[in-house]
């Protein structure tokens, strides 16, 4: 079975889902340039509306899953972060909480730089 056969068989829902899931396997190398800002969030922004869309064509109904997550973010949020950890980890994995956080205002101050040398200074033997 090709490609094309399989995608001419996608439900409304998997299209935008797809779409979503593309988009934000788009922006992810653009996280670490602060220059893609507007980029990233135009991205994401997308892929939210594209998953609402999924939603409307799923018949709107609200996912039922038995898994809470904690979270002060809107729940379009959580599951575009969802996807983005999902595409990422590439393998199984359980959110259990999204929380918005605002980072301090210091010019040049990239979190994921900050993150990575948190794990770095983490793996090491404290003597």
């Known amino acids: 079975m090709s490609i094309n056969h399989l995608a001419d068989g996608l439900t409304p829902t998997e299209t935008n889902l797809a779409k979503a899931l593309a988009l934000i396997h788009k922006a992810l190398p653009w996280l670490d340039n602060p220059a893609r800002k507007a980029d990233v969030?135009?991205?994401?922004?997308?892929?939210?509306?594209?998953?609402?869309?999924?939603r409307a064509a799923h018949g709107g109904t609200p996912f039922t899953g038995s898994h809470a997550i904690a979270t002060t973010v809107a729940p379009e949020i959580a599951a575009v972060i969802a996807a983005a950890v999902a595409v990422v980890l590439d393998r199984p994995h359980l959110m259990v909480s999204v929380q918005q956080v605002t980072a301090p205002n210091v010019p040049n101050l990239n979190p994921w730089a900050v993150e990575g040398r948190t794990q770095i200074f983490m793996s090491h033997k404290v003597r």
């Open 41 to 54: 969030q135009s991205a994401l922004g997308r892929a939210i509306s594209l998953i609402d869309g999924a």
